[in-house]
């Protein structure tokens, strides 16, 4: 369903071009849980961003479900953005001035859904993630667990069809950290797909799967080669 | 997108929109306020004066040296004048109308001592007056060529038999009675019959409120100076002014010609002190709204410049371009109109203020709508580039920063 050939994504300033992918090519299939691990520095976010429609690639082709999202404007990325993709941040990005509720109701507003249908997805939302007697509770009165779980509810209550998350939980301590990835391996088990960039290891050997980038490109030798089924030692040994 | 959450967003980082909404507030009412002043002094300005002013001339003699004559050069100077081509009448006259100086004195409708005095501009005129000034009569008639007492005339300093008064003037002396034929006291309890109406004209000091309360006598001034007032046919009145000069001036070397000017001119200076509380007026609203824009784009180019993330956040979860300018406009929309709403109670309360300290008119609303469109409109206009600018965030940036 996310199916990557050959994107290079090149960052031009005044002095320098940097390479943050060479010619990666990666695909995801329905329901998959792909950890995305590797050094800093190495294209993992650059990667999401592509994935997510955050930003273009400057070479290479991108197909989503099937369809070639290279020659999108402006406003289709953003469609697509708002109903297929949900994301999570590493700060989680709430909206510090509205409450939960609120902050759940952002992308629904801008999917075009009535009051009604609104209210229902976020109820519904709130609850898979616990946080239902939250929802009028600002951000900031909110444990950074808390925060994150709400954010997950945001990027659920529209329905996509997969999750991009960044360093998820890079912001939390170890024990909330583990709740957050109980909650997405839950999310992922009801049938989302999830892509999510990670520095723990621990978390990323809990996902189906593990790529690793090195300097814009994937580590392991045969990424197409890695399987649902596939043990995780398997893709980490290239690089162990 | 909704006006609630935009608006409980902005409740939540009220400081700087209250502060930009009470700025909009008190521009809102001094700018109404400064407008309706501004057109009340161009109002004033623009009254009707019951005069042809754009065509009259204005010309001042004054004899000198023991040749001097005063009643023949009065005779030949208006020959001359009302021979000359272009010229429609020409009259002497003791004053120019609404030029700043001139003569006044209390008068009352009857003669008893404690009668009410009205107080009028009075001049000494001859029996072609109206046609020089272009003004007309309501009523009765204008004086005649033999009423016209020459400056030779014994009586000269005594009240004329006639006299022909403005209706403002009749009015306020007969107490709105039919004036024509009834006779006009002065303090000394000499009289004259009050032969003519004129419908309106103004004296001598724009300023005054009872500037139409004016009287004329038929009589020549007392020598050696004598003003004419010259009527141009439309269009001919600047070519004139040098003629009329040369021609006088050459005529009789036993005086000198003086101050030959048109009464637009005259007028405008007048006028002068309106003109400049206008323009002051004008500026300082423009200056507010110049100054409030700038504190709106700045207000705004803040919130975008803080609201980075936020930005590229709500674009990565969907919003389109157009969906983030929205955002800023509404934002900027609901703090400008609640400024408005508070500015207009203050507006009505300043003016209801003014009006009664200062015995100032009651505010044209007409203003109030003005004022709140300007300033919805200046509202607009100020964030329009922060917003533009707002919707080029990148969506990426929501995972860039931290
Ligand atoms: N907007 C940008 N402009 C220039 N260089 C960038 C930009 N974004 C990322 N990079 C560079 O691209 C490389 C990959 O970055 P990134 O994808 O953020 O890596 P990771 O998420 O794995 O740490 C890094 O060298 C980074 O400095
Ligand atoms: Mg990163």
């Known amino acids: 369903m996310l199916e990557m050939k050959e994107i290079s994504r090149v960052y031009r300033t005044d002095l320098v071009e940097t390479h943050a992918l060479r010619e990666l090519s990666l695909s995801v299939d329905t329901g998959e849980f792909v950890a995305v691990t590797g050094p800093s520095g190495s294209g993992k976010t650059t990667f999401l961003n592509i994935a997510g429609l955050l930003e273009t690639a400057t070479s290479g082709e991108y197909s989503l479900d099937g369809t070639d999202v290279s020659g999108l404007n402006d406003n289709q990325r953003s469609r697509i953005r708002n109903e297929k993709i949900g994301f999570i941040f590493q700060s989680f990005n709430l909206i510090p001035d509205l409450n939960i509720f609120d902050n759940v109701d952002v992308p629904l507003r801008y999917r075009g859904f009535d009051g009604a249908e609104r209210r229902g997805r976020i109820e519904k939302a709130l609850d898979q993630v616990g946080l239902a007697a939250r929802m009028k509770h600002l951000p900031s009165q909110l444990s950074g667990g808390q925060q994150q779980r709400a954010a997950i509810a945001r990027a659920l209550a529209g329905g996509p069809s997969f999750l991009l998350a960044d360093e998820p939980t890079g912001n939390l301590d170890s024990l909330m950290a583990r709740q957050v990835m109980d909650l997405l391996e839950k999310i992922n088990n009801e049938g989302t797909t999830i892509v999510m960039v990670t520095h723990d290891p621990e978390l990323a050997r809990r996902a189906h799967r593990n790529v690793q980038l090195l300097d814009g490109q994937l580590a392991s030798p045969d990424p197409f080669s890695a399987s649902q089924s596939t043990p995780i030692e398997a893709d980490l040994q290239p690089v162990a | ?402």
Request: proline share 3%.
């Open chain 2, 1 to 402: 997108m909704e006006f609630r959450p935009i608006l409980s967003a902005m409740l939540r980082n009220k400081t700087g929109s209250i502060l930009v909404a009470l700025q909009i507030a008190l521009t809102l009412s001094i700018v109404v306020n400064c407008m309706f002043l501004a057109k009340q002094r161009i109002d004033h300005v623009n009254r009707p004066t019951g005069m042809d002013v754009d065509n009259i001339i204005s010309v001042r003699s004054m004899g000198f040296g023991t040749d001097y004559d005063h009643d023949r050069t009065i005779d030949n100077d208006l020959r001359l004048l009302r021979e000359m081509p272009g010229v429609i009448s020409a009259s002497h006259s003791s004053g120019l109308p609404m030029n700043g100086s001139g003569s006044a004195n209390g008068f009352a409708g009857s003669p008893d001592e404690d009668a009410s005095r009205v107080t009028a501009n009075y001049y000494h005129v001859d029996e072609r007056m109206l046609d020089s000034l272009g003004t007309t009569l309501a009523a009765g008639r204008m004086f005649r060529d033999v009423e016209i007492r020459r400056a030779d005339n014994e009586l000269l300093n005594r009240m004329p038999q006639q006299v022909v008064i403005t209706q403002a003037l009749a009015d306020k002396l007969f107490d709105g009675e039919p004036a024509l034929g009834k006779r006009m006291y002065d303090g000394l309890g000499e009289s004259a019959e009050v032969v003519g109406i004129l419908e309106h004209m103004y004296g001598a000091w724009v300023g005054w409120s009872d500037f139409d309360q004016v009287a004329m006598f038929p009589q020549r001034t007392e020598g050696p100076h004598i003003r004419y007032i010259v009527r141009a046919e439309p269009g001919k009145r600047d070519e004139l002014i040098p003629l009329i000069e040369k021609t006088l001036a050459d005529s009789d070397r036993t005086r000198l010609i003086r101050g030959v000017s048109s009464m637009e001119e005259t007028t405008r200076n007048s006028y002068e002190g309106d003109f400049a509380i206008a323009v002051t007026l004008s500026v300082a609203v423009g200056l507010l709204l110049g100054v409030t824009g700038l504190g709106i784009v700045g207000l705004a180019s803040f919130t975008v410049r803080q609201r980075t993330k936020q930005i590229g956040t709500r674009r990565a979860i969907g919003a389109r371009k157009r969906d983030i300018i929205r955002y800023f406009l509404i934002e900027n929309w609901l703090m400008t109109t609640i400024g408005i709403v508070l500015g207009t109670v203050l507006t009505i309360a300043i003016n209801y203020s003014l009006a009664s300290a200062f015995n100032t008119d009651q505010l044209n609303y007409g203003f109030l709508v003005a004022g709140m469109f300007m300033l919805w409109l200046l509202g607009f206009m100020a964030v329009a580039e922060p917003a533009r600018r707002a919707a080029q965030v990148s969506p990426a940036i929501a995972t860039r920063t931290v």
